[in-house]
């Protein structure tokens, strides 16, 4: 079920730039020079420091997307209590509920309950999917073709065994799972129901090695694909990988790039350490201990993606206009579900 296009956004015209030949991918730009300073330093800090000089030097050459409400909202950071099937989140007028699914087991005949989706993987591959299909501007992707990619642009690594299961443990709790994605109106509520995966074997071939193998293909569902070419927000993958362990990094880097760059630029915004401990904080029962951790990882953040405008104090974030970290050139999407009329390109 669609949202209406008058109420939410115009439409999506995305330019696509071609990748990098496959010997210039995730190249050297910058890095010889970052080498020399790295030294001592944790492999988190090096990978932050390589990927900001990267972006200092030039626009993105693949790029990942984010719907917007997700943007806005977020899925379980962590791995939720058992028998917590259901998630639910907001934040201003956006809303999200995520419903954990059951699927077909061919072994039993019956269905078997599959868990939330959590974590920094969830994320990564959920930014993977929908980038594939923006690319490809179609909701079916190889996803066997696709994944040796997504481990060495995304994960920064080729793909092993213990990895592979993760990944596909969340992929399986991603496809089985049911999305309502809403926007609160006034006295109206306009909303999707929807899963993101509309067809897909979860129960995963083996080789004769016993090698759990991919699916060769996924086909998203076409409420999804429809609501996120409309609504996606354009992320630079080298921030996204710069940030790949950490579910609250990811959560804020998407959240400040769909909100920073419609934020009028004589009018920044406040936001309090309570409202951002409600958005993000779940887990800190006190406000002083995840102002901390959140200020560390805004750190991580504001690494890679350096023309964020914000100032932190005592009572909460100052937000002011700042380019996205995917410019004009590069791709054109619509403003954030629930954003007043008016023309809102990047």
């Known amino acids: ?22 010997e210039r991918l995730g190249g050297n730009r910058g890095k010889r020079g970052v080498g020399r300073m790295t030294d001592g330093l944790s492999l988190l800090q090096k990978r932050l420091m390589e990927a900001a000089a990267d972006i200092r030097d030039g626009e993105p050459d693949d790029i ?18 058992e028998g917590v099937l259901r998630w639910e989140k907001r934040q201003g007028r956006a809303t999200l509920l995520v419903q954990a699914g059951e699927v077909l087991d061919p072994k039993t005949s019956r269905y078997s ?5 959590y974590g920094p993987k969830a994320r990564l591959l959920l930014m993977h999917l929908n980038g594939e299909a923006v690319r490809r ?13 997504f481990f060495r642009r995304l994960m920064g690594k080729t793909q092993d065994g213990r990895q592979v299961r993760m990944l ?10 049911t999305f309502r ?9 306009l909303q999707v129901d929807t899963k993101v995966v509309g067809a897909f074997n979860l129960w ?27 609504h996606a927000v354009p992320l630079d993958e080298r921030a996204i990988s710069a940030l790949r362990d950490s579910a609250l990094a990811l959560d804020v880097y998407c959240w400040l790039a769909q909100r920073l760059h419609r934020i009028p630029e004589s009018k920044p915004q406040f936001v309090p350490w309570a409202a951002l401990h409600e958005q993000f904080g779940l887990g800190y029962a006190q406000i002083r201990q995840f102002r901390a951790f959140f200020l560390r990882q805004l750190a991580e953040v504001k690494a890679v993606y350096p023309e964020a405008r914000l100032e932190t104090d005592g009572g909460g974030i100052t937000l002011t ?19 007043a009329p008016g023309p809102d390109l990047i």
């Not at 994605?181 to 509520?189: C, K, R, S, Y």
């Not at 206009?321 to 954003?339: E, F, T, W, Y």
Request: charged share 15%; hydrophobic share 35%.
């Open 168 to 177: 596909k443990a969340q992929l399986s709790a991603l496809a089985a799972a």
């Open 321 to 339: 206009h700042s380019q996205p970290p995917v410019r004009k050139l590069l791709v054109s999407v619509p403003r954030a579900i629930g954003d």
């Open 204 to 230: 995963f071939d083996k080789d004769q090695s016993q090698r759990v193998l991919w699916p060769s293909t996924l086909k998203l569902s076409l409420d999804y694909y429809e609501s996120l070419t409309r």
């Open 64 to 81: 990942a997307y984010q719907h917007s409400i997700l943007c806005q909202t977020s899925l379980p950071a962590a791995k939720p209590p």
């Open 181 to 189: 994605m809403g926007i609160v109106n006034g006295d109206h509520a």
């Open 113 to 117: 309950q599959l868990p939330l989706p």
């Open 137 to 149: 501007q179609s909701p079916i992707i190889p996803v066997e073709d696709s994944m040796t990619a």
């Open 1 to 22: 079920m669609p949202m209406p296009h008058s109420t939410l956004s115009s439409s999506c015209a995305i330019t696509i730039r071609p990748r990098r030949t496959p």
